[in-house]
T-cell receptor, first 114, second 117 residues
Framework: AQTVTQSQPEMSVQEAETVTLSCTYDTSESDYYLFWYKQPPSRQMILVIRQEAYKQQNATENRFSVNFQKAAKSFSLKISDSQLGDAAMYFC???????????FGEGTQLTVNP | DAMVIQNPRYQVTQFGKPVTLSCSQTLNHNVMYWYQQKSSQAPKLLFHYYDKDFNNEADTPDNFQSRRPNTSFCFLDIRSPGLGDAAMYLCATKPWPLTSGIDNEQFFGPGTRLTVL
């Protein structure tokens, strides 16, 4: 079974600084999807960024980028120019190409200090 | 705006008293999911529908049931809530299979927080 591990239960960053959240996963598949979801205190989960495993280029979305290391099964999220609104729980997630279900990591609680 | 709506946002029930949570969507997505999320934990998938096909997770208790009368609506029934069922319940949708121009993404509702007294 696939597993997703986030080894940092909590992280903090100063406003305007850069922070990297770590995620590793385990799978025997060669093609799959990886996601970072954000869940602010209001609790509505929203997608931050996605990566398709067959694409070697790292995904970017404005201030958010990933470092996808397929051989190492690592998928870290970098947040640049951190803003107070980035404070949230961040979940790393894996999905097979069959698309049936997400496997979530345990989450990383990010605090942004003014 | 197209969205996933969950009602009610807060639900209080008594131990053992059946409760129904509802989810509706205007996205016309064919896949709908129900998750249970306890405080500071990852969402746990209970079951999902692919169109009308119901897919139950192996470790979902029999106490949890679901109905999907049409594409837009999905219900979570908890037949005899216990104190351990107090949690946030999240509904999510997505289109599947993907077609040209459609990205793979689950769209989540705001959740229903269930309290069991």
């Amino acid at each position: 079974a696939q597993t997703v591990t986030q080894s940092q239960p909590e992280m903090s960053v100063q406003e305007a600084e850069t922070v990297t959240l770590s995620c590793t996963y385990d799978t025997s598949e060669s093609d799959y999807y990886l996601f970072w979801y954000k869940q602010p205190p209001s609790r509505q989960m929203i997608l931050v960024i996605r990566q398709e495993a067959y694409k070697q280029q790292n995904a970017t979305e404005n201030r958010f980028s990933v470092n996808f290391q397929k051989a190492a099964k690592s998928f870290s999220l970098k947040i640049s120019d951190s803003q107070l609104g980035d404070a949230a729980m961040y979940f790393c997630a894996y999905e097979e190409t069959s698309g049936s279900r997400l496997t979530f990591g345990e989450g990383t609680q990010l605090t942004v200090n003014p | 705006d197209a969205m996933v709506i969950q009602n009610p946002r807060y639900q209080v029930t008594q131990f053992g008293k059946p409760v129904t949570l509802s989810c509706s969507q205007t996205l016309n997505h064919n896949v709908m999911y129900w998750y249970q999320q306890k405080s500071s934990q990852a969402p746990k998938l209970l079951f999902h529908y692919y169109d009308k096909d119901f897919n139950n997770e192996a470790d979902t208790p029999d106490n949890f049931q679901s109905r999907r009368p049409n594409t837009s609506f999905c219900f979570l029934d908890i037949r005899s809530p216990g104190l351990g069922d107090a949690a946030m319940y999240l509904c999510a949708t997505k289109p599947w299979p993907l077609t040209s121009g459609i990205d793979n993404e689950q769209f989540f509702g705001p959740g229903t927080r269930l309290t069991v007294l």
